[in-house]
């Protein structure tokens, strides 16, 4: 799929399909109202006989033009006008994808920069355009024949000559988002059997592999052996693939600049262990290496964008299986930086994992570290499947966070960690356990992981609600690609 910028005049454009916008009240956008007067009226004439209303997400397929150069129009309704926000125009994007997808063109062009969107400029427009096709025009084809594979190739982005250098900047970017997004989701819809640590290991070589400022380095079992970390190869010692910690440097920014670190949770499958999860929907477990993927996906975004930053990427990957040398409840464990953990239930794996990459962190001197991680069902009980979960030791992190979130479309949402909490890990066998009890578990696990992360600015994405669907359209969503890509774009800029 090819996205360009086209800058030919409405009335002078050849195109199988263009797409233009109208508000509720069926007031026309710029290009509409201009379209609609190359065609002779046509446009008013249908949406006068009430075709369409103009609504979020409404479209409408003309078939037969009365113009030489356009062979068909998909009006796309945008919601009342003056108030279409960033997340309503996504979300008749996506409508608009669907459109040209039924009407099977191979080319089309989109005319819809010029859209009014709350806070939001032609640059930003014209990225939501690719990102949104690329999104939505996914289809996961590793193990399976395609269903119904898009025929659409090529979409032109109609920017005239004043708007020009934004949309194609937008473009751009948007094209380094995708792709980013596209990698995570690919990885995260692969099955355990497939996507094991090992196999993870390689991809991060074959992407270092394919940017010249990426590097990729692979710590193996007798490496973390050497390290201490007792609680990430505790987990491992239940399943028969070796663990892996892969660190990826991408080297962008000042020699001496300290970097970015995002550390990933990369747990190729979650049986739970010895405490293990009931069966239903066990397969999502898949799933539980969206962190790693992510990012994955972050550092492959970040290359393409060119950033100007020293990121470092790291992902604890494993398996959580209930082996006859698998972790039992009321283990004790010794953690590479020296603190004890009692594991009250092994399902409660991740943080064993994260606890001693984060550890590991300090020896990159981190600007910030921010970890993301399919964490908790709780996350999910708490948040339910909008929002991802934001969890810091730094009201200046959290509030950049939050806000790359609303500017990307890929919104969190702030949970406290305080003190309080922290009460409800005691041990008295260890000096921590690595559950909280049934209250306040996405909390309760950020605040195990903060014991680790004294040292240094640290962000925790709980991504168990959003990074992938379940239900009849299961599959991997590629969040939290497009909001930790805002963060570093936002930060390549000061
Ligand atoms: N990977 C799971 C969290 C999870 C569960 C994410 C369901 C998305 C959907 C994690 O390893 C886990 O099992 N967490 C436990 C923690 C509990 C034992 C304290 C959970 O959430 O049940
Ligand atoms: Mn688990
Ligand atoms: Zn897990």
Redesign the pocket.
């Known amino acids: 799929m090819d996205y360009s910028i086209e800058s030919l005049s409405l009335d002078k454009l050849q195109s199988a399909c263009l797409l233009v916008g109208i508000y509720e009240n069926q007031l026309f956008s710029p290009s509409a109202t201009l379209l609609d007067a190359v065609c002779n009226g046509l446009l008013g004439k249908l949406v006068a006989r009430g075709d369409i209303k103009g609504k979020n997400a409404e479209t409408l397929l003309i078939n037969n033009i009365p113009h030489a150069g356009i062979e068909r129009i998909i009006l796309v309704g945008f919601g009342e006008s003056g108030k279409v926000g960033r997340k309503q125009y996504r979300k008749a994007l996506a409508a608009a994808v669907k459109a040209v997808k039924d009407s099977k063109v191979v080319t089309a062009t989109c005319a819809l920069l010029d859209i009014a969107v709350e806070n939001a400029d032609d640059q930003w427009l014209a990225r939501q355009i690719v990102e949104v096709f690329s999104d939505s025009l996914y289809q996961y084809s590793a193990t399976k024949q395609c269903d119904n594979p898009p025929d659409l190739q090529h979409l032109y982005i109609f920017a005239d000559q004043p708007h020009k250098q934004l949309a194609e900047t937008g473009l751009q970017q948007g094209l380094a988002i995708a792709r980013g997004v596209e990698l995570s989701k690919q990885l995260a819809d692969l099955p355990g059997n497939i996507c094991t640590p090992t196999y993870l290991a390689e991809q991060a070589f074959i992407l270092a592999g394919q940017h010249e400022k990426l590097s990729c380095e692979v710590l193996e079992e007798s490496d973390m052996q050497a390290l201490g970390m007792g609680a990430f190869l505790s987990v491992s010692r239940g399943s028969r693939q070796p663990a892996k910690l892969i660190s990826l440097s991408y080297r962008g920014g000042e020699g001496n600049a300290r970097p970015i670190v995002l550390i990933g949770k990369g747990?190729t499958f979650?049986a739970?262990g010895i405490?293990l999860?009931p069966g239903l929907g066990m397969d999502?477990?898949k799933?539980?290496m969206c962190g790693g993927s992510g990012v994955l996906g972050v550092l492959r975004a970040a290359s393409l964008l060119n950033l100007k930053l020293n990121i470092v990427g790291l992902i604890p990957s494993s398996e959580?299986l209930p082996d006859g040398d698998a972790n039992k409840p009321g283990d004790i464990l010794t953690s590479m930086s020296g603190k004890t953990v009692e594991v009250l239930?092994t399902?409660?794996?991740?943080r064993l994992l994260l606890c001693d990459t984060l550890t590991y962190a300090r020896r990159f001197n981190p600007e910030v570290v921010i970890d993301l991680a399919?964490?908790?069902?709780?996350c999910?009980v708490a948040l339910g499947r909008f929002p991802s979960g934001l969890f810091g030791n730094d009201d200046t992190l959290c509030a950049e966070l939050t806000a790359a979130g609303e500017t990307a479309c890929d919104s969190v949402w702030r949970m406290p960690v305080w003190e309080e909490y922290q009460e409800l890990l005691k041990s008295n066998f260890a000096d921590l356990a690595n559950?909280g009890g049934p209250d306040g578990?996405s909390i309760t696990?950020a605040c195990f992981l903060s014991r680790f992360a004294e040292d240094f600015r640290w962000a925790h994405l709980d991504i168990?609600?959003t990074a992938w669907r379940t239900g009849a359209n299961k599959g991997a969503t590629g969040r939290p690609v497009p909001l930790l890509s805002q963060f570093l774009l936002d930060r390549a800029q000061v």
Request: proline fraction near 0%; avoid cysteine.
């Open positions: 747990l979650d739970g405490s999860k999502e477990m799933y539980d959580n239930n399902d409660a794996e991740g399919t964490l908790t069902g709780a999910i559950i578990g696990a168990a609600g």
